[in-house]
């Protein structure tokens, strides 16, 4: 194995930065600290919660952020129907495409021509969400793919790339938000790829899964790790966050239900990832 233990965040829009930083801080309120696994792996929204948590910002406070609106920051709100469009436009190239770098080369088509915000716009709106623009000095991996060539990277301190930028790029869902540019070249979402990403943190002894959003590859992904040895503890949303999610998860109105939904699968999950991240 090339490490020990890694977290890894999916994407799930702003009610699943909630959400997760919630299952993180009920985890640490409850005595598990995940913070301290040797990769942090985010993709989307993900990305966002990895970069809070690998930086100097205590978890109660990122939770406060989420769920009090006296803390919370200015989110964008998308043009009406463009999520719905864009899982429209995805199921549609699936059943057409096998390729998958074919599709995400056509995702990223799709959303180099779609109506949106800015780019300045939406970077302004990812660095009010970054406590610390400077990546942290412990391993933090950010995924996102070129919106050209239909390319994933694997974002971090190594590849040169601001964490803002690189975050950006992370979370640029595409047909939604404008593509990131990076080193001249647009770039979209890491989840137009996986939710998860979660055979990019192959190779760990014990890995935590946090996905806000279904994955039709966490699955696989998972048994993967678990055939090659590793283990394997995946938190999932239950009903009552779901509810908290509401009909749009890209909706501001959806952080202080999902981030408290959030803390208390956290708080109920903590011995069984306990066990996980004490097992040798």
Excluded at 22 to 51: E, N, P, R
Excluded at 159 to 185: E, K, M, N, Q, R
Excluded at 213 to 237: F, N
Aim: with cysteine; hydrophobic share 45%; net charge negative.
């Amino acid at each position: 194995m090339s490490g020990e233990r890694a977290l890894v965040v999916g994407g799930g829009g702003v009610a699943g930065i909630a959400w997760a930083t919630g299952v993180l801080a009920g985890l640490a309120d409850s005595g598990v600290d995940v913070g301290d696994a040797d990769l942090l792996l985010g993709t989307s929204a993900g990305s966002v919660v990895a970069a809070q948590l690998a930086g100097a910002t205590p978890l109660p406070e990122l939770l406060r952020s989420q769920v009090d609106p006296a803390f919370q920051r200015e989110e964008l709100l998308p043009r009406e129907g463009a999520l719905a469009a864009v899982f429209e436009f995805a199921a549609k190239l699936d059943a057409e495409v096998g390729d998958p770098v074919e599709r995400l080369r056509r995702t990223g088509e799709m959303a180099l021509a779609a109506d949106t915000v800015t780019e300045a716009e939406r970077r302004s709106v990812i660095e009010g969400r970054l406590p610390s623009h400077d990546w942290p000095g412990r391993p933090l991996s950010v995924i996102a793919v070129n919106a050209r060539t239909g390319e994933t990277r694997v974002l971090d301190r190594a590849s040169g790339i601001g964490l803002v930028d690189a975050v950006a790029a992370s979370c640029a869902v595409p047909g939604v938000w404008p593509a990131a540019t990076i080193d001249g070249v647009p770039h979209i979402d890491g989840g137009a790829r996986s939710f998860t990403n979660l055979d990019l943190a192959a190779g760990h002894a014990r890995t935590l899964v946090v996905a806000p959003m279904p994955d039709p590859v966490l699955e696989a992904d998972a048994a993967a790790i678990v055939e090659r040895g590793g283990l394997v503890e995946v938190i999932t949303p239950d009903e009552a966050a779901l509810t908290a999610f509401g009909d749009d998860p890209l909706s501001p109105a959806s952080r202080t239900p999902a981030g408290h939904a959030g803390f208390a699968q956290g708080t109920e999950a903590a011995p069984a990832v306990a066990a996980l991240w004490s097992s040798s």
